[in-house]
């Protein structure tokens, strides 16, 4: 007995489609809230420490890797690392900055270099392990279009 699949021959399975611009664009702005969120919860509580050793310093930048490199997966490109990176930074630096009133968040101790430092090579560390789903340095340049 021959099998019928229907008035219909068997169609190919439907190509994925690529996410909506926009969709792209609100996720690198959560990256971006996350990027401050990070910044501004570390500065304020950096300091924390058992005797002279600056545990929250050291337990911020760990976190700090973390979520940037968890960034950078979730995204499937350097991008997705760099954004939260960079607000972080953005915030780091306003914050360390003496104000005219001489207000300081982020102070030059121990624990605020380890902090200020650690975080840095945890955003330089996961950027470069971060691997992009399509690679623009192997993918080659862009053709040029072709005569007519």
Excluded: C, H
Aim: no cysteine.
């Amino acid at each position: 007995m021959e099998q019928t699949t229907g008035p219909y021959p068997p169609q190919p399975p439907p190509e994925p489609t690529p996410e909506p611009a926009f969709l792209i664009g609100l996720a690198y702005g959560v990256l971006a809230v996350l990027g401050v969120v990070l910044g501004v919860i570390g500065s304020f509580e950096f300091s924390w420490g058992f005797g002279d050793v600056p545990v929250a310093a050291i337990l911020l930048s760990a976190v700090n890797l973390a979520a940037f490199r968890a960034a950078g997966w979730a995204m499937e490109s350097k991008l997705g690392a760099v954004v939260p990176a960079l607000l972080w930074m953005i915030i780091l630096v306003v914050l360390s900055s003496r104000r005219p009133e001489g207000d300081l968040v982020v102070t030059g101790t121990a624990a605020g270099y380890v902090y200020m430092f650690g975080g840095a090579a945890a955003a330089l560390v996961a950027i470069g392990w971060t691997r992009s789903a399509r690679p623009w340095m192997l993918s080659g340049a862009p053709r040029a279009p072709e005569a007519r």
